[in-house]
């Protein structure tokens, strides 16, 4: 093997951890997103207080007030 071609194969290696990585991420985020908008869904139901569902959501009830109006 060459050295052009063991760089080569490197390169794609270290492509496909950093996908892999970036996709891992971004299934995390979303997990989280979604989350936040069910408990903002039982919030605006009725199901439970603003206050309970900034404690579920890990926020600040003012920081969890600003995504109940967006």
């Known amino acids: 093997m060459t050295l052009e071609m063991k ?3 490197e390169t794609k ?3 496909k951890i950093a ?3 970036g996709l891992e991420r971004g299934l995390e985020q979303g997990l989280e997103q979604g989350k936040l908008l069910e408990i ?3 919030v605006k139901d009725g199901l439970f207080s603003e206050e309970v569902g ?3 959501a ?3 009830l ?5 995504h109940l109006t967006n």
């Open 58 to 60: 890990g926020l600040s």
């Open 40 to 42: 903002i869904s039982c």
């Open 62 to 66: 003012e920081e969890f007030k600003k």
């Open 7 to 9: 760089i080569l194969e």
């Open 13 to 15: 290696y270290a492509r």
């Open 54 to 56: 900034a404690k579920r």
């Open 19 to 21: 996908l892999e990585e």
